[in-house]
């Protein structure tokens, strides 16, 4: 509990002045700023980096990825959610640490999450089973391909970024469901909103946005 609860630069102070920047930054949904607000980031990075884990910005998790920043993580949640009505079954492609999972879990049905470096869903899952989330079930694979075996998904989040939109996660998206996705090289990337509906896919820019980029395969 004393991990959880954190101490010093983990206060309550420092989570409610991380508040105040996301609402100055544009979001709006309390639900989305209350969860930010509890869940304790710093389990998520190094103890080296604890004293960091409240600030706005992203932080390094090992194998050259990074924990997203606050503002993405919220702003991601946000644009999944829009509508106010609790979203059914949701990908998350790239799980990384876990903490945009944790974030998500209560405004959804069931996540299913994929990560395509061993150590980090390894770590991922134990770090979610110690916070007690238990609406996720995670796999190590490559996430160009989905999880065609669990689709459709009512939501899809992807949390590195492709050049383009792996056709098989278009493929896996329920009827008015909707794939949040950061789209471009390294320096010119746009967080994209797609919505189904029917046969048509409608296409929103969110805005300017720097993702690790997306890889295939596994390590």
Known sequence: MNRLAGIGMTSARTRDR?????????????????????????????EALASRAYEDTALPIGFSQTISQPYIVARMTEALLEGGKKVGKVLEVGTGCGYQTAVLAPFVKKIYSIERIAPLSKRATATLKELGVKNVMLKHGDGFQGWKSQKPFDGILVAAAPLAVPDALFAQLANKGRLIVPVGPEGAQQLLRFTRNGDKIEREILGKVAFVPMLGGTA
């Open 18 to 46: 991380l508040i105040r920047r996301l609402q100055e930054q544009g979001i709006t949904n309390p639900a989305v700023l209350d969860r930010i607000r509890t869940v304790p980031r710093h389990i998520f990075v190094d």
